[in-house]
């Protein structure tokens, strides 16, 4: 299918995309089909017309079931496009994706970092500016990425933002030059500061004294900073002063929580661009400084010149130094030029106070990453061997099919000899569709190797992550994980190197985590059913008012009786305890019907059964709909958070439903435990070690654990009446036990 071009020959601007889809192979012209329409709504936006633009695509035949092209395919068209481009000679060739973006750069490069900033140049089109940005068909499948295409395809009539002023900055680094700077610098209220340090940040978790202190850069204007060299910063008089300046003024920063950790910590930060950036748009991937000032601010990025001198898991000690205090002052004033932008924006916006809870959650992230969890170290290294069996056992009851189950190749040739006809993946999600075409084909065998796989991927990615993976990890006898605010769209916590939130309910592997003071415990409060709480408040539905206030009732049998009669039995009520709890997500019958293997006919019934209980949830969520589908609306909690869903279409249509339904019980729940928790590190010099989702951990002595326990509950239950609702009561369960596993 060849390129479609003005009829009068003249072209400015050309798209390239990546391969005929399936209308564009019946008409025979490049986006024509749902890609296209949304190419010209985004055109028609930045009022450029369509006609007097050309589009093409990277690869010029349509692949088989509408796969992404080879490199081999894209090399054999290359030749083709070439010439195709080089015969209209446009001033602005657009890549839309990764194909298209690779071939034209002559780069690796994945779309999300290659188009961030102003248009780039191409070896093989000098005269044409590009501009990489996201396939319309990717915005189709995920809202979230329209708006970088709208940008993008903005650049083209230099709409791009310049508000970047580049800044001017000294460098000290001598005893005498350094107290006269902090001197100077104490005549400022507000500053920013930025550090520089020998230790990779995702490894660092709050530790001040593995901290190698190389620089310290001060933002005293957004265009002016002093960068305090490595003689200067480790001259231990020298340090202290600047830290004592620091404490009496108001601080700003980019990541709070680590240069706050860095320098022992309690400083009077009040921004924290990092945080504003996620108030203002929660998407993944958005909160970084060099984006954020390249997208916000048009500044260079400057990020650039220093990973030529350093491999990816060196630390920033490999930089000289000269290069590395540029980097320092530009990150500071960019991060002062981005605050004064963000501030304008929050209050226009109204979400001050989100940023400013966040902020104030900060010391709690940072106590729970330094604190960590302590390591059995005698139970870690059984773990290990019990592990090593299972997972050998596991891959000898899969070898009549597959001799290594970790074997993409080999896993794909079972699959497709055992029925499936296309196997783009073999993840846990494409084994869970097969899953579901072998349960309605009856193929028996099929579900066995499935559900083998599932079994063995799941205590392989244990002993991976949270047995074989924590070893590296450890430090002084203790687990440090990351955690962060700004992961999820739901403000739910997120964390790495290992995540210490998405270990699998049990006690096995929760058991090797132990207090890190000897004769210690731990305590654990959970709230009960906290987003099923949190609907109800939303809901005002008297039902769940009922059931969950009178503590001697249970919702999970009640709602058993009603599908299946008095004498419910065990595995009846596990079926309505699946209904319940899919409430918040918007389960559908589908799901039920497989996960039990009944009728999805019987499924709908227990849903409609259970509906009928609680017709002002049923209105709540039909609410919620019309928030997002019809109103265009951003759904917002209680505590100020926002979801905005950018783009909804038929592909999208179904998970954009079930993550609205989840949106404000999962974030509304969240905010009160994070709140609680924070209530009773700072108020009540409980010792926290970690939170998730609806759960706090603390460790104390055996002798205070009972009144610790009752200090949760209160907490608790107090902050969900004061700060959120007291329609229903928010109670908790608690636990005391000498491990993680064992509350």
Request: proline share 5%; glycine share 8%; with cysteine.
């Amino acid at each position: 299918m060849p390129g479609a071009y003005p009829s009068d020959g003249k072209v400015d601007i050309v798209f390239v995309g990546e391969a005929p889809g399936f209308v564009e192979g019946q008409s025979g012209v490049p986006f024509s089909g749902p890609s296209g329409r949304l190419l010209d709504l985004v055109l028609d936006q930045h009022g450029i017309d369509r006609g007097s633009v050309g589009v093409t695509n990277a690869c010029l035949c349509r692949p088989k079931d509408n796969r992404t092209p080879t490199p081999s395919e894209v090399k054999c068209c290359w030749p083709r496009l070439k010439a195709e481009i080089d015969q209209h000679s446009p001033s602005t060739i657009v890549a839309l994706g990764n194909t298209a973006t690779q071939v034209i750069l002559e780069s690796k490069v994945g779309i999300t970092k290659a188009r961030i900033g102003k248009p780039k140049t191409s070896r093989v089109f000098p005269n044409a500016d590009i501009i990489p940005t996201y396939h319309p068909a990717a915005c189709l499948r995920s809202g979230d990425f329209f708006p970088y295409l709208l940008r993008d395809v903005g650049k083209i009539n230099g709409t791009e933002t310049e508000y970047w002023i580049e800044p001017t900055w000294i460098e000290v680094d001598d005893r005498a030059t350094a107290l006269q700077a902090i001197k100077e610098l104490d005549a400022f209220e507000e500053i920013v500061v930025d550090i520089e340090v020998g230790i990779d940040r995702d490894t660092f978790f709050g530790h001040a004294e593995r901290y190698q202190r190389l620089c310290i850069g001060v933002a005293y204007d957004p265009v002016k900073a002093v960068v305090f060299g490595e003689n200067a910063v480790l001259d231990d008089f020298v340090y202290h002063r600047l830290l004592d300046l620091f404490r009496r003024k108001k601080l700003a920063n980019q990541n709070v929580k680590f240069d706050d950790a860095g320098m022992g910590g309690g400083f009077p930060w009040v921004f924290d661009t990092m945080l504003a950036s996620y108030v203002l748009d929660e998407r993944p991937g958005t909160n970084s400084l060099d984006y954020n000032a390249t997208e916000e601010l048009g500044a260079p990025p400057w990020k650039h010149e220093i990973e030529k001198y350093k491999d990816k898991d060196e630390s920033y000690a490999v930089i000289p130094r000269d290069v590395l205090y540029k980097y320092n002052a530009f990150d500071c004033c960019a991060t002062f030029q981005l605050m004064r932008r963000q501030e304008r924006q929050l209050e226009a916006a109204g979400l001050r106070h989100v940023h400013d809870r966040l902020l104030w959650y900060t010391p709690l992230i940072t106590h729970m990453e330094t604190r960590g969890l302590g390591v059995d170290m005698e139970y870690h290294r059984e773990l290990m061997r019990t592990y090593l069996e299972k997972i050998e056992a596991h891959d000898e009851g899969l070898a009549k099919w597959v001799k290594n189950p970790r074997s993409w190749k080999q896993v794909k040739e079972a699959l497709q000899e055992l029925g499936v006809k296309r196997v783009d993946s073999t993840d846990v999600d494409h084994l869970a569709t097969f899953l579901e075409v072998a349960y309605k084909q009856h193929n028996d065998e099929l579900v066995e190797f499935i559900q083998k796989m599932f079994t063995q991927r799941k205590e392989a990615k244990l002993y991976g992550t949270y047995i074989k993976g924590l070893g590296k990890h450890i430090y002084q006898g203790r687990i440090h994980g990351s955690l962060n605010l700004h992961g999820s769209v739901t403000g739910r916590l997120t964390g790495k190197r290992p995540s210490l939130l998405n270990i699998p309910r049990g006690n096995i592997i929760k058991a090797q985590f132990i207090p890190d003071r000897s004769g210690d415990v731990f305590v654990q409060c959970d709230i009960r059913a906290a987003e099923l709480r949190v609907m109800a408040v939303e809901a005002q539905d008297p039902y769940l008012l009922g059931v969950l206030t009178d503590e001697s009732r249970d919702i999970h049998g009640e709602v058993a009786e009603r599908f299946f009669g008095p004498d419910w039995t065990y595995e009846q009520r596990v079926r309505a305890k699946a209904v319940v709890y899919g409430l918040g997500y918007g389960r559908e019958a589908y799901s039920i019907a497989m996960e039990f293997g009944i009728s999805e006919a019987e499924a709908k019934r227990y849903l409609s059964t259970f509906f009928e209980a609680i017709p002002n949830v049923v209105e709540w969520k039909q609410r919620i709909k019309q928030t997002i589908f019809e109103k265009g609306d951003d759904l917002v909690t209680h505590f100020g958070r926002h979801r905005r869903f950018y783009l909804i279409t038929k592909d999208n249509m179904k998970d954009v439903e079930k993550e609205a339904y989840a949106f404000i019980p999962q974030s509304t729940a969240n905010d009160i435990n994070l709140h609680a928790a924070a209530v009773l590190d700072y108020d009540h010099s409980v010792d926290i070690r970690l939170t998730v989702h609806d759960s706090i951990l603390a460790q104390c002595k055996p002798d205070e654990a009972p009144d610790v326990a009752r200090l949760m509950q209160d907490t608790v239950a107090r902050v969900a009446r004061e700060q959120y609702s007291d329609f229903v009561p928010f109670t908790t369960d608690v636990a005391i036990g000498p491990n993680w596993g064992a509350v």
